[in-house]
């Protein structure tokens, strides 16, 4: 497999879907989901804390 240059998650998410596609065919026999997040630094103290 040739080493690619990846820029962010959409990117990977596009990536890695066209890649198990082509493996299997075209074709999946499952309903996995791929889902990613993407951290791009900083704090999350406003995301993690309840409004009481």
């Known amino acids: 497999m040739a080493a690619l240059r990846i820029s962010g998650g959409a990117q990977t998410i596009d990536h ?22 993407e951290w791009r630094g900083g704090t999350a103290d406003h995301l993690a804390s309840p409004d009481l």
């Open 16 to 37: 890695l879907s066209h890649s198990l596609m082509r493996e299997r065919g075209g074709t999946t026999t499952d309903d996995a989901s791929l889902f990613l997040v």
